[in-house]
C-alpha cells in the first residue's frame, strides 16, 4: 500500500493542496512533506473559499487521472491557519487511466460529493443549488454502492492479474 500511495502522489506533484516528495522509507513505509493543518472533522466554521479551493484540487486530481475515494471521510481533507485546503492519505487512491469513461465519471462523482457533503455540513448557506442538488441525486446512487473500505481496491488488484 505504501508504494502505491507514493506513486499516486508523485504523480500529483506541483498541484497545490497535495504534498510532494513521497518517497519509500522501507518496503512497508513511505515518507513525504508533512503539511500543517486541522483536518476540517475537526472545525466548524469554514468559509466558502475552502471548499471553491477544495473543487478545484479534486478537479486538478481528475485532470491527472487519479481519484482519491476516501474524501467523504473529514479526517482526509485539513485547512492550515489561513483555510487553505489539503487532501491526505491517498491509500485507496487508484488511477483511472484505462478505465471505461462511465467507470471513471462514476468514481469522479464519488470524490466531488465527498466535497459537496462537506460543503453542505460547514457551509449550506453559501453552496450552489447545483451543488446542493448534485449531492441529493447522487445520495441515492451512493445508497447502491456496495463497497465500503478497501474492496475496490482489492477488486482492481484482481482484474490487473
Not at 18 to 36: G, K, Q, W
Not at 79 to 104: A, E, L, M, R, W
Request: glycine fraction near 4%.
Amino acid at each position: 500500500m505504501a508504494k502505491k500511495e507514493v506513486n499516486i502522489i508523485n504523480k500529483l506533484n506541483g498541484i497545490n493542496g497535495i504534498t510532494s516528495n513521497a518517497y519509500m522509507l522501507s518496503p512497508y513505509t513511505c515518507a513525504f512533506n508533512y503539511v500543517e493543518g486541522t483536518a476540517i472533522k475537526s472545525k466548524y466554521n469554514i468559509p466558502e473559499l475552502t471548499f471553491i479551493q477544495l473543487e478545484s484540487i479534486i478537479n486538478s486530481i481528475h485532470d491527472r487521472e487519479i481519484v482519491h475515494l476516501d474524501l467523504r471521510n473529514y479526517g482526509n481533507i485539513i485547512t492550515d491557519n489561513n483555510n487553505i485546503p489539503y487532501i491526505i492519505d491517498f491509500q485507496t487512491g487508484i488511477s483511472t487511466k484505462y478505465f471505461p469513461k462511465i467507470v471513471k465519471a462514476l468514481l469522479r462523482k464519488i470524490d466531488i460529493s465527498g466535497v459537496y457533503k462537506a460543503w453542505y455540513k460547514y457551509d449550506k448557506k453559501s453552496m450552489p443549488d447545483d451543488k446542493i442538488l448534485f449531492l441529493n441525486d447522487f445520495k441515492s446512487i451512493r445508497r447502491l454502492w456496495p463497497f465500503k473500505g478497501y474492496p475496490i481496491t482489492r477488486l482492481i488488484e484482481r482484474i490487473k492479474s
